[in-house]
């Protein structure tokens, strides 16, 4: 069964419909990218996979066993979430909130499964620093590694390589392929980076309101790429 599934979601705010009868499964393993202009409907959508979003209509499943809290979430980070004081450690184990319950503090396997996080992202030197003192492409796998906290199976990441100079984009993408190949995490990520997002791409969603087209990389070259090669 699939980690998670949208049957003919449809989302309206006040009246008007931001995402119209979508149906799409995300499969463990997968790598999902959403692509649209702005306005399209890619975070309405993708907010309602978080549980964030009630639909108007449709459904949204998640696999046995798999709760709609145990999804990973990178959103687009804020100037002020830049700029937010604390150190890193404090910032990975916030990824952790949903576990404490009534707990005021983390447990011993829960500040080992946040450094376990830093190591795989390769942020642990940083723990004590200031979160504010990092790079952009540091920020970005300290954040990686928060979401992971929370999932072992699947990510959502929203933009995630906006604002990164080409080197540090270049790594995060490294770090989100190795995620999704060799941990088999799944990847849902919401994208303007066309060429970079698709790369290691498995499936694309392209939304304009409604699904503009659904299917797996090949297929979406063989519609888009090989037009503007026809129309070039």
């Known amino acids: ?3 998670m599934a949208l049957k003919d979601v449809t989302i309206a705010f006040e009246g008007m419909v931001a995402v119209d009868r979508v149906s799409l499964n995300v499969e463990r393993g997968d790598y999902l990218v959403v692509l649209g202009e702005n306005g399209s409907g890619k975070s309405t959508l993708t907010r309602a996979m978080l549980g964030l979003v009630k639909p108007r209509s449709g459904s949204i499943t998640y ?3 798999f709760l709609k809290n145990q999804i990973g979430y990178l959103p687009q980070q804020t100037a002020a979430q830049r700029d937010f004081p604390a150190s ?3 910032v990975v184990l916030s990824g952790l909130t949903n576990s404490l319950g009534k ?3 983390y447990s011993r396997a829960e500040k080992q499964r946040a450094l376990s996080n830093m190591e795989l992202l390769d942020v642990s030197r940083y723990r004590n620093r200031s979160y504010r003192t990092l790079s952009g492409g ?3 796998r300290v954040l990686l590694a928060r979401a992971l906290c929370a999932t072992d199976a699947l990510l959502i990441l929203d933009e995630p390589v906006t604002g990164l100079d080409p080197a540090a984009t270049e790594e995060l993408y490294d770090v989100i392929r190795d995620l ?3 941990h ?3 990847i849902v990520m919401v994208s303007h980076d066309l060429r970079g997002a698709l790369r290691d791409a498995k499936h694309v969603l392209v939304m304009d309101r409604e ?3 659904y299917g797996t990389v090949e297929e979406y070259g063989e519609k888009y790429l090989s037009k503007a090669v026809d129309h070039g």
């Open 1 to 3: 069964m699939a980690l």
């Open 63 to 65: 696999g046995e066993g």
């Open 88 to 90: 890193v450690e404090e």
């Open 103 to 105: 707990r005021f503090f």
């Open 138 to 140: 540091q920020q970005q």
């Open 180 to 182: 999704n190949q060799r």
């Open 184 to 186: 088999g995490v799944a």
């Open 211 to 213: 699904m503009d087209f």
